[in-house]
């Protein structure tokens, strides 16, 4: 071979990215001590981690998410339940796990439900299986069905359900105070002198709008003002 030919050949070796064999044989450890230092395994000792991790930023090696993927068993994939019939508040929901997974290997895959539907846990049992998922977040009203919640565990998905109330341990759960925000907004408007005060309720069968029915009915009675029954109208957080 030519000399000009060793040297493009040589550059061309030298252009590759790093792979997950020349970080083993730089540190001085098996591959899958460097996947499992890349996986965050506890199976090591910090000296060890501490030179893989040193090895890998020397060499600007991004590990290859399918192959990590594989040896997890689960795809760097967050899933987001629900069955909301406010279009606006999923599309929040949704921002705001895509606002908290940016800059990360993760990705977010959205499916709607029919919470009414007999095949329901059916349907959830399927799509968690089938994406695989790292962990999912449960909209209400789907997530006060703990069918669900022991789905995903049964499944070991992890998972956490959005609230207006205390649903689970703090582990799997990020809850509102719906009672208490509505009382304090019904005691705001008797404090401005108002007496005739309405309430629209939330849907049927959602935790959210029973709470605030509590919380309408709380301050009314704090207050000594009877339940206006005739100025409480039906809603659907639309």
């Not at 703990?146 to 959005?162: F, I, P, Q, S």
């Not at 849907?203 to 309408?216: C, K, N, W, Y």
């Amino acid at each position: 071979m030519a000399t000009n030919d060793r040297t493009t050949e040589r550059a061309r070796r030298q252009s590759k990215p790093p792979t997950i064999n020349d970080v083993a044989r730089l540190a001085g450890v098996s591959k899958k001590t460097v996947s499992r230092v890349i996986n965050n395994s506890p199976l090591l000792n910090d000296e060890t981690r501490e030179r893989v991790e040193g090895i890998i930023k020397q060499l600007g090696y991004v590990p290859n998410p399918q192959a990590r993927a594989l040896a997890l068993r689960r795809n760097f994939l967050v899933g987001l339940i629900h069955d909301n019939p406010n279009a606006q508040t999923v599309i929040n929901v949704q921002q705001g796990i895509l606002d908290a997974l940016h800059d990360t290997e993760f990705g977010l895959v959205v499916r709607p439900l029919d919470r009414t539907s007999p095949r329901m846990l059916e349907n959830v049992r399927n799509f968690l299986e089938r994406q695989r998922l790292f962990g999912v977040v449960i909209m209400p009203p789907l997530s006060e069905n703990d069918a669900l919640a022991r789905l995903c565990d049964e499944l070991g998905v992890r998972y956490t359900r959005m609230g207006s109330a205390e649903l689970d341990d703090p582990d799997h759960l990020v809850a509102s105070n719906d009672r208490q925000a509505v009382c304090e907004a019904v005691a705001h408007l008797i404090e401005q002198g108002h007496q005739r005060i309405g309430f629209i309720e939330g849907p049927h069968g959602f935790r959210s709008a029973a709470e605030r029915r509590l919380g309408f009915e709380d301050a009314l009675r704090a207050a000594k003002i009877k339940l206006p029954r005739s100025l409480i109208a039906a809603g659907n957080y639309t």
